[in-house]
């Protein structure tokens, strides 16, 4: 296992456009979070699955923002007419449960809205 | 409100000094606390965590990091610091430990000057 995975790099989009993002996590983690950082910031907690169920989700999140997480495996963010204010590093992480609880990072998705 | 603080900002040392990162957060709860770091150009990576018993937990790379719960305090601390340390520290805190998440502070950045 390579570690959690995050698709794309990189994404330029407009204003307005609507993106989605990939992350597949480690294989045996069955818990899978979003964060957002911005520069300056620690990470921002958006929302996470346990299998695939959505357990929480920030209150900060907008109805733009979405995510899923099909049969437990890899989740999807979308983010639905996108904003300048979006632009930020998304952060995917997953963990297992009791002891070994502790997030294992992807590299982010750096996304800029223009 | 729940919160996690890191009081400083940005810390220079010379290599070979001793290097102290406070972290206070704000719950009378149970908590779980977390250190993660961030070298340059890598993603954030788990340092070491703290869940019960010994208040004074051991990670990688000789940091350490001692839980005072009476202060609500989890500071890092390294007795020798190497240029290697170069990096971006985050303190973490899961405020109920049913809960998912980990609240992340805003960061310390530590310049190790050779």
């Known amino acids: 296992d390579t570690g959690v995975s995050q698709d794309p790099r990189h994404k330029i989009t407009k204003r307005g456009q609507n993106v989605t993002f990939r992350c597949d996590p480690i294989?045996?983690?069955?818990?899978l979070y979003w964060y957002r950082q911005t520069l300056g910031q620690g990470p921002e907690f958006l929302t996470y699955f346990q299998n695939e169920a959505q357990l929480e989700k920030s209150r900060l999140l907008s109805d733009r923002f979405s995510a899923e997480r099909p049969k437990g495996s890899f989740s999807t963010l979308e983010i639905q007419r996108t904003e300048q204010g979006d632009s930020a590093m998304y952060l995917c992480a997953s963990s297992g449960t009791g002891n070994n609880y502790g997030y294992t990072f992807g590299s982010g998705t750096r996304l800029t809205v223009v | 409100a729940q919160s996690v603080s890191q009081h400083n900002h940005h810390v220079i040392l010379s290599e070979a000094a001793s290097l102290e990162l406070g972290c206070n957060y704000s719950?009378?709860?149970?908590?779980?606390l977390f250190w993660y770091v961030q070298y340059p150009g890598q993603h954030l990576q788990l340092l070491l965590k703290?869940?019960?018993?010994?208040?004074l937990v051991k990670g990688i790379k000789g940091f350490e990091a001692e839980f005072i719960k009476s202060k609500f305090s989890f500071n890092l601390r390294k007795p020798s610091v190497q240029w290697s340390d170069t990096a971006e520290y985050f303190c973490?805190?899961?405020?109920?430990?049913?809960?998912?998440?980990?609240?992340f502070g805003d960061g310390t950045t530590l310049t190790v000057k050779p």
């Open positions: 719950y009378g709860g149970t908590v779980n």
């Open positions: 703290y869940f019960s018993g010994d208040p």
């Open positions: 973490a805190v899961i405020f109920n430990t049913n809960a998912g998440k980990s609240t």
């Open positions: 294989s045996e983690h069955n818990r």
